[in-house]
């Protein structure tokens, strides 16, 4: 089945989608059946035209795509409310699905679109709103659908991670590092919707919403910023064992919702303390599930795209078996020899403790042309074990030594 989209917005994302729409098209195509096309791109600045796409999708009038009836997916890509309320709520009124990364928008008229959209029988998605290429939206809303979600805490807006991370490592004050993440393009030459927590506290009254099914909207949450974080702070917290991170919290408590965004101090050993730089994660405790955290790209044109599109295909999907065909391997593909995988390992060995053993373990390795990364020496036993059987703990433990040929195959 052919699916045209109206693609509203031809900027980083818009870009990127279409670049990922023709790149995968014969794999969406073979996996779930749809004929995905770009029908039309709405965008003003029309030097784009024949660009990176050729120039007769490019249109300045929104109504040629509603009088379209080929176009059955709107994706709105141009962010900010005003323009963006009018498209979607017109395409919603004028019969088009509706897929959008805008977090903005939904967390400000969200409740006003999803009615519309129940009324007109058309669908929204918006899993590129939260967490970029990170599937949390489609995650909580299907497969936490049993599991009584009490805790979202959320690392959801990168440029404040990157900052803090940079701190964390020395790296500089907040204004050092702010510098360097606006030369690196992590942060907004205006970067006050990121620092200050407004992007945060958007991305996590959506995930309240779904979370609770209960509508949150920017307004319900209390928010602070990282602006005022001194590269002092985070190396005390370091000390007491703790990484500051901007946190988003939506709890339910006793049957009520509260949502904050703030600089919070998390454990060295939380799985939110080890996630660094522009990365985002997305931490879930319910009663039926424990816990479960899911992470990855929180930005950027093709993350961000993936999410957008597999939002496209779902909607095409619902249409045709889609994703619900039986399989999807589509390919016959080879298997590589496990002795030609590449790989690094944890190697224990235990020896005698006599003069010249180490240096004859290093250049073993190394006439096997292993590279030793690191190496750790405790006096604990005296009992020789070269690359004896591993336990478990030990098979799973294979993130030290980098190696091209592995010398101890386990
Ligand atoms: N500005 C956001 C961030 C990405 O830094 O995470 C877009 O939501």
Redesign the pocket.
């Known amino acids: 089945m052919t699916v045209r989209i109206g693609l509203l917005g031809f900027g980083t994302i818009g870009s990127s989608v279409y670049a990922l729409i023709e790149k995968e098209h014969d794999a969406i195509l073979e996996a779930t059946g749809v004929d995905l096309r770009v029908g039309k791109i709405l965008e003003i600045d029309l030097s784009k035209a024949g660009v990176a796409a050729p120039a007769e999708l490019f249109t300045s009038d929104f109504e040629s795509i509603m009088a379209d009836p080929q176009i059955g997916i709107v994706v709105e890509l141009i962010g900010g409310i005003d323009w963006a309320f009018r498209y979607v709520e017109e395409s919603l009124r004028r019969g088009k699905n509706v897929v959008t990364a805008n977090?903005q928008l939904l967390a400000n008229k969200g409740a006003a679109l999803f009615q519309l959209a129940k009324d007109e029988g058309r669908q929204i998605r918006f899993e590129a709103s939260v967490g970029?290429a990170i599937p949390v939206i489609k995650v909580m809303r299907e497969s936490m659908i049993a599991a009584d979600l009490h805790t979202v805490y959320g690392i959801?807006?990168?440029?404040?991670n990157y900052i803090l991370t940079a701190m964390y490592r020395g790296e500089g004050d907040y204004l050092d590092t702010l510098a360097r993440a606006q030369q690196l393009g992590?942060a907004?030459a205006d970067p006050t919707?990121?620092v200050a927590g407004h992007?945060a506290a958007a991305?996590m009254a959506i995930l309240a919403s779904i979370a609770y099914h209960s509508r949150v909207t920017m307004a319900d949450v209390a928010r602070e910023g990282i602006e005022k974080i001194t590269a002092g702070d985070v190396q005390y917290a370091k000390d007491l064992g703790y990484v500051i991170k901007l946190i988003g919290a939506a709890r339910l408590i006793d049957g009520r919702v509260n949502v904050r965004v703030h600089p919070t101090l998390v454990p060295a050993a939380h799985p939110l303390a080890s996630i660094n730089g522009?990365y985002?994660a997305v931490y879930l405790r319910g009663h039926a599930i424990d816990e479960i955290m899911l992470t990855g790209p929180?930005?950027g044109g093709i993350p961000t795209a993936s999410a957008v599109v597999s939002d496209i295909v779902s909607i095409a999907s619902t249409k045709t078996a889609g994703f619900l065909q039986n399989c999807s391997c589509y390919k016959v593909l080879d298997f590589l020899p496990d002795d030609e995988v590449v790989s690094t390992f944890f190697i224990r060995v235990r020896v005698e403790d006599r003069a010249g053993v180490l240096a004859r373990i290093a250049s073993a390795f190394g006439e096997h042309d292993v590279s030793i990364e690191s190496m750790l020496q405790k006096n604990r036993g005296t009992t020789p074990s070269w690359c004896s059987s591993p336990t478990p703990r030990e098979r799973e433990a294979s993130s030290r030594l980098s190696t091209r040929s592995p010398a101890c195959r386990w």
């Not at 959801?156 to 404040?160: E, F, L, S």
């Open positions: 977090k970029g959801v807006n990168g440029t404040t992590y907004e919707a990121d992007d991305k522009s985002n929180g930005a």
